[in-house]
C-alpha cells in the first residue's frame, strides 16, 4: 500500500475502492452550484487514506460503474464533507454512467495529460441563442478538473440548462483542464440544418426569354452592383450643365509657349507665348503658330569668290 524509493523518497501509490453514489441533491445542505461542474464530494477518511498514498496534485479520479464497466468518466474532488461509505457526484454524471441513487461505484486515482485540444457538439440549436458561446464555456469549465469522451456534461447560463456532448479531446480521451492553454471548437448543433440558397426555376428563366431577348440576364444586370457609377451634384445647388461640348478637330492653341498634347502622329506643335490681347483673330492665331524645322538659312563660312 506504501512504496518507498531510495532515491526520491516514498512515490505514490494508486487509491482505489466503491462507495455508495449519489446525486449532489441529496447532501444535507444541498448545493445546486455543484450541478454544473465536474467536481466530486467525498467523506474524510478518503483524505486520510490519500495523504498516506502521497497521492500527486490535483487529485483526480477515474469513475466506473459497476452495474456497466463501459461506462467511465474523470473527475476533481472538491470537499471531503461526505457521510462514511458514500460520495455526492453531479447528476449529469450519473445519467452518464447509467447510475441511480444509492448505487455501488468504484473511484481509483488517475493521472491525466493536460488538454490541448477538445471540441463539443450542443445538443440543442438554442445554445446559438448565446452571443459568445467560447466565453460562457470558459466561465462554466473553471468548475471542471478533466473531460472525458463521450460525456454528455452540463452547463448552466441565464437560468438554462444546455448539454454539450465532448466529441474529441487531445492529447488523449480523457484530460486534466487545470491551468491549461487550450483550444476549443464547435460541431453544429443537433437538428441544426444550414439554410439553403434558393434554386432557380428552369421554367421560369424559359418564361423569361422573350422575343429572342434574355431578360433574365438583363434582370441579374441590374441588380447587379457596379462601382463608380450614377449621377453627380453640385455643392452650391445649380444643376449641372449636361450638354457635352464638341471636341475641336484642330489642335488647341494656348497662350503660354507650351506644347499641345490633343494631337495626332505628325501634327505635334508648339506655341508661341504671346499676349492674349494679341490673339484676337483667326488670321492672327495662324500668324503666331510656330512651325518647327521651316524657314530660310545661311552659310556660315563665307564663300571665296574667284578672282577675274
Not at 502521497?54 to 476533481?76: D, Q, R, W
Not at 478538473?145 to 488523449?172: F, M, Q, R, W
Not at 471636341?247 to 506643335?269: A, F, H, M, Q, S
Amino acid at each position: 500500500m506504501f512504496g518507498y524509493n531510495m532515491f526520491r523518497g516514498p512515490f505514490p501509490q494508486r487509491f482505489k475502492t466503491q462507495y455508495r453514489c449519489y446525486s449532489v441533491s441529496m447532501l444535507s445542505v444541498p448545493r445546486a452550484d455543484l450541478e454544473s461542474g465536474g467536481k466530486i464530494i467525498m467523506p474524510p477518511s478518503a483524505l486520510d487514506t490519500l495523504e498516506k498514498l502521497s497521492i500527486e496534485y490535483p487529485m483526480l479520479f477515474k469513475l466506473s460503474s459497476k452495474k456497466n464497466a463501459e461506462k467511465v468518466t474523470h473527475c476533481g474532488v472538491l470537499e471531503f464533507v461526505a457521510d462514511e461509505g458514500k460520495i455526492h457526484i453531479p447528476y449529469w454524471m450519473m445519467q452518464n454512467l447509467l447510475l441511480e441513487e444509492g448505487d455501488l461505484i468504484e473511484i481509483e486515482s488517475a493521472s491525466l495529460p493536460v488538454a490541448t485540444y477538445s471540441k463539443f457538439q450542443p445538443q440543442n440549436v438554442d445554445f446559438l441563442d448565446i452571443s459568445n458561446p467560447k466565453a460562457v464555456l470558459e466561465n462554466v469549465l473553471r468548475s471542471f478538473a478533466c473531460l472525458t469522451n463521450g460525456d454528455l456534461i452540463a452547463i448552466k447560463y441565464n437560468k438554462k440548462v444546455y448539454e454539450l456532448l465532448v466529441l474529441e479531446t487531445k492529447p488523449s480521451n480523457a484530460v486534466s483542464i487545470i491551468e491549461c492553454d487550450m483550444s476549443v471548437e464547435f460541431a453544429p448543433p443537433v437538428g441544426y440544418v444550414e439554410p439553403q440558397k434558393p434554386k432557380v426555376n428552369h421554367h421560369d428563366q424559359e418564361d423569361m426569354q422573350v422575343d429572342g431577348q434574355d431578360h433574365a440576364k438583363e434582370f441579374v444586370e441590374q441588380n447587379t452592383f457596379m462601382a463608380f457609377t450614377g449621377e453627380g451634384r453640385r455643392l452650391d445647388g445649380k444643376t449641372k450643365n449636361t450638354k457635352s461640348e464638341p471636341v475641336p478637330l484642330e489642335p488647341l492653341i494656348y497662350k503660354r509657349g507650351v506644347p499641345n498634347y490633343d494631337y495626332k502622329r505628325g501634327t505635334l506643335t508648339f506655341i508661341r507665348s504671346v499676349k492674349p490681347s494679341t490673339m484676337n483673330t483667326a488670321e492672327e492665331t495662324e500668324e503666331v503658330l510656330f512651325k518647327p524645322f521651316t524657314g530660310e538659312g545661311q552659310v556660315l563660312k563665307k564663300k571665296r569668290t574667284k578672282k577675274p
